[in-house]
């Protein structure tokens, strides 16, 4: 029921005569029609409410003007554009807006890394809300594929660049073989081979990737044949540099492809440096298998591979009940002892090593001075540019290896038989 004027309290003078809640019994309340009803004292401290009649009708609420749609928006955008720090800025001059075009859109999505169809819904959302200039097109992102449409084939499960020339003048960049290596690669879902800026001026360019091929010779032959391999300067890990210059994998003779290293020989694997260097690849001969794909001076070495065998035979040398090794535990906390022990470390891992000041204090001598030869070899050898005198610096570190060889030797003499034989050596890649 609606009252017109609602009931109304007042303070209690007191509980015998003027308190609403002590003079009325709740228990006696009405249970069927034939019980009266019960009767409610009227007191000064509750004034009964007084219901609506002819005298006092219900009243109706007024009409709220609606705001135009116009006013909405503008009120609304209002509120977006307002920042709350605005306030603690005081008399600070505001930004203006800034209205990207499809360059820079295009490369905002880019970044993103949106496909065809949630770039089209970004686009047309940031064009309802006017933020882009009026140039911009909704339907671009549908024709984007085009111009490196006619570039690009498929064929025998393979998706490859025919004509890289044309690849450079799409991109706008110029086409210099110089600067650029090809890089091959596969993991245990594709194939990959990408070119990358001697540099790193220019972002990577993908050339060829596959699902169904297998890191095999046929399938990198297969893969050179599609892209017309036209010396470049190609790089990878060891793997592909054998299947590069036809050598067979496995533990067998002459796995190295700079020199004729006998790996079967274990006796001579640590006192012996000067194994002769490759002169000729002729199949049937030293591990020869297959006919070499690229020309041997075409072929880089992996500076990874290099900083990651020489970390973990500096590793594998230093004594484990030593403070260096212990604090090497306790530096990767979260690394098994078992990979500490073999030096198993990769790239960010070796990168926190080389920044920490108290490694090298935890050294003995001889570990202190093949420790700097290492970081020395990293710092101005293994990097993108290198230093004026890094042939000094490796030549001292190869003499730094030899020292510290005695006990790298002892080293691997107890480990030999149960983490089996090495496949990187220092005095080797030096």
Avoid at 37 to 43: E, N, P
Avoid at 55 to 67: A, C, D, I, K, N
Avoid at 369 to 394: K, Q, T
Wanted: hydrophobic share 35%.
């Amino acid at each position: 029921m609606k009252f017109a004027i609602p009931r109304i309290w007042w303070e209690p003078t007191d509980h015998s005569s003027n308190c609403y809640f002590c003079m009325v019994d709740p228990s006696k309340r009405r249970t069927g029609k034939n019980v009266p009803a019960i009767m409610y004292s009227v007191l000064l401290s509750s004034i009964a409410p007084v219901p609506h009649c002819h005298e006092l009708p219900v009243p109706t609420p007024p009409e709220r003007e609606q705001p135009s749609l116009e006013e909405s928006r503008k009120s609304k955008s209002e509120e977006d554009v307002v920042d709350p720090d605005d306030n603690f800025k005081g008399g600070a001059e505001k930004r203006s807006p800034y209205y990207p075009n499809q360059k820079y859109l295009n490369d905002l999505i880019r970044y993103l890394g949106l496909t065809k169809s949630n770039a089209e819904l970004l686009t047309s959302r940031l064009k309802q809300w006017n933020v882009l200039v009026e140039s911009v097109q909704v339907t671009d992102q549908r024709k984007r594929h085009q111009p490196f449409y006619s570039i690009f084939t498929r064929q025998d499960g393979l998706c490859f660049c025919h004509n890289v020339t044309s690849l450079f003048e799409a991109i706008g960049i110029a086409c210099n073989q110089n600067e650029w290596r090809l890089f091959i690669d596969s993991s245990s879902r594709s194939l990959k081979a990408v070119l990358l800026h001697n540099g790193n001026k220019y972002p990577s360019l993908p050339l060829a990737h596959s699902v169904h091929l297998k890191e095999d010779y046929n399938s990198i032959k297969t893969l050179l044949d599609a892209l017309k391999y036209d010396g470049w300067e190609v790089i990878g890990d060891f793997k592909m540099v054998a299947f590069l210059m036809g050598l067979q994998g496995g533990f067998t003779k002459f796995p190295c492809s700079l020199c004729l290293w006998d790996s079967r020989n274990t006796k001579a694997r640590y006192h012996r440096r000067d194994w002769p260097q490759w002169t000729e690849f002729c199949v049937g001969r030293n591990n020869v298998k297959w006919e070499p794909l690229v020309d041997p001076r075409k072929v880089l070495m992996p500076p990874l591979h290099v900083k990651l065998g020489l970390m973990k035979q500096f590793v594998r040398a230093a004594d484990k009940e030593s403070a260096a090794f212990k604090y090497l535990q306790d530096f990767f906390p979260k690394l098994c002892e078992a990979k500490v022990k073999a030096g198993v470390f990769v790239g960010p891992q070796i990168k926190k090593i080389l920044e920490c000041n108290g490694f090298p204090k935890k050294l003995t001598s001889k570990e202190k001075v093949a420790w700097n030869s290492f970081v020395a070899v990293v710092s101005g050898f293994l990097r993108n540019h290198n230093v004026e005198n890094y042939v000094e610096l490796v030549e001292t570190a190869r003499q730094e290896s030899d020292k510290y060889v005695v006990t790298l030797k002892t080293s691997f003499t107890e480990q030999n038989a149960a983490d089996g034989p090495l496949t990187i050596r220092s005095q080797d890649i030096f």
